[in-house]
């Protein structure tokens, strides 16, 4: 499987932290923000990865990151020329990249601890589908995509920030699809706020029955706020010094 990150956006709630920079290129403890999504990839195995931002930045990953060398892997890079076109519209920057294989996506601004390997392991011997991956946090913020599970872990929907949650799980920033993501974008509606939704590409994969869902323990979307900005920073510090970070 490939790998795609995705660092674009304006971050307009993060300014005046965000008027010279990309969120993503901001610090978390010790290291840049997209360093913790692009560690992931690499210590699940993945080899080759593309990363999409916006043009204003573009240089900065590139004189951070260059080819992508020092992880071992190799890294490509993509622009966004929408930067408000949304999540699905940019994962359709990958679909050169991809050449009609699997792809793991992860948002650039999420900071997780959790073993991506076996996941991608399993997710190789399905026939076809998608998984998109949950944390249990307070959904009634409105500010996440909600996740309703049954006792089996069947996905039963994913509404985008409903104003009645029907559950207590929250969307993460982490997807994987099958080779047919790019002609379901295709087929996406921007939605009232303009955007191609990634619930919206969920729910295709809901529809036919090979949506999956994996909970993970802990994770924090770090671009939506100088809290959860600060809150990144804490629990990055206090895992680092505990040992259970490097």
Not at 9 to 18: D, F, S
Not at 124 to 141: C, H, L, N, W, Y
Request: proline share 4%; charged share 25%; glycine share 8%.
């Amino acid at each position: 499987m490939k790998g795609i990150i995705l660092a674009g956006g304006l971050a307009t709630r993060l300014r005046p932290l965000t008027w010279v920079t990309n969120k993503h290129l901001l610090p978390i403890y010790n290291k840049p923000m997209i360093y913790y999504p692009l560690q992931a990839l690499v210590d699940a195995g993945v080899k080759e990865i593309l990363l999409t931002s916006s043009p204003d930045h573009a240089g900065h990953f590139v004189n951070l990151l260059k080819s992508g060398e020092d992880f071992g892997i190799t890294l490509s890079y993509a622009y966004q020329k929408n930067p408000k076109g949304g999540i699905a519209d940019a994962i359709l920057l990958g679909e050169e990249f991809a050449k009609n294989e699997r792809i793991v996506v992860i948002l650039g601004d999420n900071i997780f601890h959790f073993d991506l390997k076996e996941s991608i392991n399993q997710f190789e011997k399905k026939e076809k589908g998608a998984v998109v991956f949950g944390v249990k946090m307070d959904t009634q913020s409105k500010q996440y995509g909600v996740i309703e599970m049954d006792d089996a872990d069947k996905v039963l929907s994913i509404e985008e920030k409903p104003e009645h949650p029907k559950s207590d799980i929250a969307q993460t920033g982490i997807y994987m699809y099958d080779e047919r993501v790019f002609s379901f974008i295709k087929n996406l509606s921007p939605s009232a706020r303009g955007e191609l939704e990634v619930t919206d590409l969920n729910n295709f994969y809901l529809k036919e029955g090979t949506l999956g869902c994996e909970i993970i323990d802990w994770w924090i979307d770090a671009g939506t706020s100088y809290d959860e900005l600060l809150r990144a920073n804490n629990l990055v510090a206090e895992k680092v010094k505990n040992g259970e970070l490097s």
